[in-house]
């Protein structure tokens, strides 16, 4: 079992930053493909970021050259460090998980194939 836990959200004007951390209870999380994905009021799930093992990033397209995930596998923790905010990106973040080893050199973009979510953390962008 995995358990992911988020922490970091909160709220911040325009133009400012966060970081967001996600401790992963899981020895075996430098295997692992790990995500950030965020889903605002009335909309769909969306992915934000993904690293895998051998630390190949992707991004979405709203967030490339604003956020920049990363990976500690020596302390079970993914962050994902957010700047230049704007009212967009005001959502609840949640961090995943994609233990399938058949994936772990592809960072996926889609909901189905992350088989541990942690609990979600706000975000929240004033303008």
């Known amino acids: 079992q995995v358990q992911l836990v988020e922490s970091g959200g909160g709220s911040v004007q325009a133009g400012g930053s966060l970081r967001l951390s996600c401790a992963v209870s899981?020895?075996?999380?430098?295997?692992?493909?790990m995500g950030w994905f965020r889903q605002a009021l009335g909309k769909e799930r969306e992915f934000v970021a993904g690293i895998n093992w051998n630390r190949v990033r992707t991004y979405g397209n709203s967030v490339k050259g604003r956020f920049t995930i990363s990976r500690d596998n020596a302390n079970n923790t993914v962050y994902l460090q957010m700047n230049s905010l704007n009212f967009e990106d005001t959502a609840v973040y949640y961090c995943?998980?994609?233990?399938?080893?058949?994936?772990?050199?592809?960072?996926?973009?889609?909901?189905?194939?992350?088989?541990?979510w942690g609990q979600g953390t706000q975000v929240t962008v004033s303008s």
């Open positions: 899981r020895r075996t999380l430098s295997s692992d493909v």
């Open positions: 995943a998980a994609d233990t399938d080893r058949s994936r772990s050199y592809f960072v996926s973009r889609e909901v189905r194939d992350y088989d541990y």
